[in-house]
């Protein structure tokens, strides 16, 4: 009886170890971000990197793997969820239907290239696609936004949200140097940031420099793929989960996992839209979001095993590259050929 009461208070004691330490890290990686370097990855990014480090140099206490797990799942959707006030879905479709076809288009070819690549390279199923939503749609909130419904572990999740934010990092530096001869007025530029880079971050980072004008087009064009998390998730939620259900009904099918904090999501940005929230509270809430999702990438970077990483880094990486270059080429060439 003692021995379980101890037992009991060691796992809570651990608990409260493990979610304090995402905390710590989640702290440093804000902080860290005034580096003017490491201000482009941004703090996720920063977060899954110092969370790593940690584990490597410093260990995990016995039990604290429970609170380390409640940060890098139950909070990522909270902080998912609060990020639909984010949206105005009315600028979004005023901007006109080009601008969401052209992020339609993105995100396709993101999904299909970086799939096909993974199966020829032999990239595990799920960590092709979870680098070709994040890729494809919006970083870091959309991998984890797919990552349950698919079912993938902490180590793929974790792969993949490193590979697009490294990519998308390097992308946005070479955004700006290339501006110049791209041949697109400043407007054009932000549309063309906005549909090929991966985090808004990224946007943000390679937009600012060309202007108001481009930063305003580049966020729009952006948050319009932001929108298209929405479907995207319940779509390969839906084909999925049918799919791996058809393939265990031998051994019984579990159902559909339906990614419920979506609706959350969504709800959130009907809200906004129809200015229900008030800005101040949206401001608080904005914030709020981003902290949960700091604190859970520093749980899952405090998940992740060094060597795992290199095995499945490199190639995920590598396709997430490629995926990234022909999205880039692609946007260019329907932006300079339509004119927008």
């Not at 580096?35 to 990197?49: F, T």
């Not at 549309?191 to 202007?211: C, D, M, R, Y």
């Not at 966020?219 to 265990?248: D, Q, Y």
């Amino acid at each position: 009886m003692q021995v379980a009461v101890l037992q009991r208070k060691n796992f809570l004691h651990g608990s409260i170890q493990g979610l304090v330490l995402t905390m710590v890290v989640g702290v440093l990686a804000q902080n860290m971000i005034r580096v003017p370097l490491l201000s482009v990855p941004g703090p996720m990014v920063i977060a899954i990197l110092v969370g790593m480090a940690w584990r490597a140099l410093m260990g995990i206490p016995k039990y604290a793997n429970t609170g380390i797990n409640f940060a890098s799942k139950r909070l990522l959707r909270y902080g998912i969820v609060l990020m639909g006030v984010r949206l105005n879905l009315d600028a979004i479709f005023a901007t006109g239907p080009q601008i969401i076809l052209l992020d339609t288009l993105i995100i396709i070819m993101a999904v299909v290239i970086i799939c096909y690549l993974g199966r020829i390279l032999a990239v595990e199923e799920k960590l092709a696609l979870l680098t070709a939503v994040g890729t494809g749609i919006c970083g870091a909130a959309a991998v984890a936004a797919v990552a349950p419904t698919i079912k993938a572990n902490q180590d793929e999740t974790v792969v993949a949200v490193a590979s697009v934010a490294v990519l998308g990092t390097i992308g946005s530096i070479l955004y700006i140097l290339l501006k110049p001869f791209l041949g697109l007025d400043l407007d054009e530029y932000g549309i063309f940031v906005g549909a090929t880079l991966h985090e808004v971050a990224h946007v943000v980072a390679a937009s600012q420099p060309a202007g108001d004008s481009a930063a305003s087009m580049a966020i729009l064009t952006k948050l319009g793929r932001v929108a298209l998390l929405i479907p995207v998730t319940l779509g390969i939620s839906l084909w999925f989960n049918l799919r791996g259900a058809g393939k265990e009904q031998s051994a019984g099918s579990q159902g559909l996992t339906i990614p419920w904090f979506i609706f959350g999501f969504l709800g959130l940005s009907c809200l906004n839209t129809f200015g229900l929230i008030p800005h101040d509270l949206t401001s608080v809430m904005l914030h709020i979001s981003s902290l949960l999702m700091i604190i859970a990438m520093a749980g899952m970077g405090l998940s992740v095993d060094i060597v795992m990483f290199k095995r499945m880094g490199i190639k995920s990486l590598f396709i997430g590259f490629i995926g990234s270059l022909v999205i880039s080429v692609a946007g260019l060439l329907v932006i300079r050929t339509l004119h927008f």
